[in-house]
């Protein structure tokens, strides 16, 4: 199946998800050059995805994705909380201020019917998920008005079960992919491969479209990935410069520098393992830390830690989300990056 077939977009390219590093904006700029722009929404209430996707649809009339997380909200666990509060507290101590009360609630919600109600007044071409699929009566809402379900697999496992369990098309993400692994059957990172390895193994093992995503950075790993059977490809981390990214100062700083080319999958952040460009705290604490509470509970602390750093002009206890190739993130109009990535002059 060819990917006009799977989302109607001119382009076999979807752009990533980015939460905390994109609005609307960077979705509808893909979405106009041809590609298929897509809203990360894990981070937002109703109210904020409904004027998320109010601006987006009367940015662009073309398709576009809109992406949720559709893990299981952990209970509440005060002893994990406080010894995460007591191993981050030396780094508050260093910047001047107390440890905070954390947050009541996470800052990451999983996909819900108060969010599926909000799509269906959208009716997105695209929704997406991470870390599998949401319930069957929420599927069948979402293909109730004719909407495509893709959600990303790390190994041939999960893609036979999203094959199996309602998706439309799988996302083979590969190691190199930067921000949130999308592993969902096993906690077992060794499981993961890259997304050359990854990709041709799902291609053979199921009968749906498959988009592959981790390292594609240049117009000739788009082509190779296609080569290898995907019916499109997913790129991100070369969006992050973008300006209708969100992606904020001294973020565009490290993708600059040297550092933008050491990155790692760490859990420090979130409490699941993402993958970042190397900063002291995922140094000193990680990458994989076993004090970290469970996703996305360490985030609560981690948050107001990394404002307090960014607000001295630090990166060092940032998620600097990255893959492991920055070599296509440039200071352009996501648009031209965009039929850029696809072989095609931005002046066609």
């Not at 909200?73 to 030396?90: C, E, I, Y």
């Not at 109730?144 to 098309?169: F, H, I, P, Y």
Request: charged letters at 10%; a negative charge.
């Amino acid at each position: 199946m060819t990917h006009q077939l799977l989302f109607a977009s001119q382009l076999p390219l979807i752009q990533a998800p980015m939460a905390g590093v994109q609005d609307w904006r960077l979705a509808a700029a893909v979405s106009n050059a041809g590609g298929l722009g897509s809203l990360p929404a894990g981070m937002l209430d109703a109210n904020g995805l409904h004027q998320q996707l109010t601006a987006l649809s009367q940015a662009t009339t073309q398709p576009y994705n809109v992406n949720f997380f559709c893990h299981t909200s952990p209970a509440s666990n005060p002893s994990a909380m406080q010894t995460w509060a007591d191993t981050l507290a030396p780094y508050f101590q260093e910047l001047g201020e107390p440890v905070p009360t954390p947050p009541a609630t996470p800052s990451r919600q999983p996909f819900d019917a108060a969010s599926a109600e909000v799509l269906e007044a959208f009716r997105p071409a695209v929704v997406s998920f991470h870390y599998g699929l949401p319930s069957r009566a929420l599927l069948n809402h979402i293909k109730g008005w004719g909407g495509t379900v893709l959600s990303s697999a790390t190994t041939v496992d999960e893609a036979r079960w999203l094959a199996a369990n309602g998706a439309d098309g799988i996302i083979a993400q590969g190691w190199e992919a930067g921000g949130h692994r999308g592993h969902f059957l096993s906690d077992d990172l060794s499981l993961q491969q890259g997304t050359f390895s990854l990709l041709p193994q799902i291609v053979e093992a199921v009968s749906l479209p498959v988009i592959a995503a981790g390292g594609i950075a240049s117009p000739q790993a788009a082509r190779a990935a296609l080569t290898l059977g995907a019916s499109a490809v997913q790129a991100g981390t070369c969006y992050l410069l973008c300006p209708q990214a969100t992606t904020k100062p001294i973020h565009r700083q490290w993708l600059q520098s040297e550092r933008g080319r050491h990155t790692a999958v760490t859990n420090v952040f979130s409490g699941r393992p993402a993958r970042g460009m190397v900063n002291r705290l995922i140094r000193e604490l990680g990458p994989i830390s076993v004090q970290a509470p469970a996703f996305p509970l360490a985030g609560n602390l981690t948050n107001p830690l990394r404002t307090l750093a960014e607000n001295h002009g630090s990166g060092e206890f940032s998620p600097l989300w990255a893959g492991e190739n920055v070599t296509g993130c440039r200071d352009m109009d996501a648009g031209a990056l965009t039929l850029w990535l696809m072989g095609q002059d931005s002046q066609h």
